[in-house]
Nanobody, 120 residues
Framework: QVQLVESGGGLVQAGGSLRLSCAASGSILRTNVMGWYRQAPGKQRELVADITSGGNANYADSVKGRFTVSRDSGKNTVYLQMTSLKPEDTAVYYC??????????????WGQGTQVTVSL
């Protein structure tokens, strides 16, 4: 009964910015690690950034200094602020959330994916 809804993807020119949002809703007691993965055609899925419940963030080397992950635990929402976008950032971005349900079960959920396309 948990749903993750992603938003914020789209088409942007190189050097531009986008902000992705992912909101978890349903029978959630607490969210733990929340983050973003991406997958481009012909490439493996890779971790972009994640953030712990305590606010400690981790980034892929390719996005350090350009992307910022943040969260609003009260809203069970994680954000990815992307700046200085490059064509190689083009991918489907997936939200990933580890949480504890109201029935005290630890589970992991994936968002539906949102397309980010960076043009020249």
């Amino acid at each position: 009964q948990v749903q993750l809804v992603e938003s914020g993807g789209g088409l942007v020119q190189a050097g531009g910015s986008l902000r992705l949002s992912c909101a978890a809703s349903g029978s959630i007691l607490r969210t733990n690690v929340m983050g973003w993965y991406r997958q481009a055609p012909g490439k493996q899925r890779e971790l972009v950034a994640d953030i712990t419940s305590g606010g400690n963030a981790n980034y892929a080397d390719s996005v350090k200094g350009r992307f910022t992950v943040s969260r609003d635990s009260g809203k069970n929402t994680v954000y990815l602020q992307m700046t200085s976008l490059k064509p190689e950032d083009t991918a489907v971005y997936y939200c990933n959330v580890h949480l504890l349900t109201t029935t005290l079960i630890a589970r992991m959920y994936w968002g539906q994916g949102t397309q980010v396309t960076v043009s020249l």
